[in-house]
């Protein structure tokens, strides 16, 4: 299991987004202001509000060099905006953008396993009001066969069967097949799930539904053992142990951004840096991850992930000198 994106729920993060939206523009009206000062007229923590602070450092434009990030200056327990980076201006779509924005909403309000569609579709006609003319071009979004596969496995666990399953397993970046008892169908942070008796893993296993390739109902009835627990899934799928393994990492500010999006142990400052770390489940994951973030992010530990990395990088680099093989 990798990492589940964090956050507090979907109130929360619709929250802190609009708390965001508005800060730039406050603090460009109040320059030099104390922060507990900002933070109570906001109706936050000082410390929260400083959380906020940190994330704003990483926003901004396309291109994320100097001049398109938000940047500010402190001066002791006060704050003044030094670069907006365009964010105190309103929205404005082009209409290449307004289209590819109501695709993707479509595309995502059809997708099965999304707990939010009301908030989805409300986003969605909100913003084809807006594109006018552009929403009603003949672009049509629809995913019959997935949602399909959301009911028929919805069907297979009320009938009570076993299930033959293909699965593809994002940590190791394989398909496997296996046999599983199921016991019941949840919305995790919303995504689908399908939560079972994994009859090869010999324990109860989460398995998101949009990476079930295939599956085939078998004759004999579901029997997961006594042993089965059910997973406590109230803060989340992914629920970081200390028998996991524990990655430690060295992150600019385009690469800031991890701490918000998955579960951490530990972010400490250093300089214009921090030290971020975390705990996943599987190297090989961590591994493929990692290695396309570029240089706003060094891995630290442990060694054998560092070795791992370098290991790739150094092939990569091998076949971009290897002269090409001649033409036949």
Not at 1 to 29: C, E, K
Request: proline share 8%.
């Amino acid at each position: 299991m990798t990492p589940q994106p964090r956050g507090g729920g979907p109130r929360a993060s619709a929250d802190r987004l609009g708390r965001l939206l508005n800060l730039v523009p406050y603090l460009l009206a109040r320059p030099g202001i104390l922060i507990d000062e900002a933070a109570a007229d906001l109706g936050v923590t000082g410390k929260q509000l400083r959380e906020d602070l940190e994330l704003l450092w990483v926003c901004g434009l396309p291109g994320y060099g100097p001049g398109d990030l938000i940047d500010m200056a402190f001066d002791g327990d006060r704050v003044t905006i030094s670069h907006d980076a365009g964010i105190d201006k309103p929205l404005r779509l082009n209409p290449d953008e307004a289209l590819a924005l109501v695709v993707a909403l479509r595309m995502l309000a059809e997708t099965p396993g999304i707990g939010t569609r009301d908030a989805i579709e409300r986003a969605l006609a909100k913003i084809e009001s807006a594109a006018g003319d552009l929403a009603d071009a003949p672009v049509a979004v629809r995913l019959p066969a997935n949602q399909e596969k959301l009911a028929a496995v919805r069907a297979a666990v009320d009938s009570g069967h076993a299930l033959r399953l293909t699965y593809y397993t994002a940590a190791r970046d394989e398909t496997t097949e296996r046999v599983v008892d199921p016991m019941r169908m949840l919305m995790v942070g919303g995504m689908a799930y399908l939560e079972a008796w994994c009859r090869r893993a010999e324990g109860t296993r989460m398995f998101r539904v949009d990476r079930i390739d295939a599956f085939t109902e078998l004759p004999e009835p579901s029997a997961p053992p006594v042993g089965a627990v059910p997973h406590d899934v109230s803060e989340g799928v992914f629920r970081p142990g200390p028998e996991l393994p524990l990655v430690t990492l060295r992150v600019g500010r385009g690469g800031r951004w991890i701490t918000e999006y998955y579960p951490v142990e530990e972010v400490r400052r250093e300089a214009a840096e921090w030290l971020v770390t975390l705990r996943v489940t599987d190297l090989g994951w961590a591994q493929r991850f990692l290695a396309g973030l570029g240089r706003d992010v060094t891995v630290i530990g442990p060694p054998e992930l560092v070795e791992r990395i370098r290991a790739q990088a150094t092939n990569a680099l091998d076949q971009y000198a290897a002269p090409p093989a001649p033409s036949q």
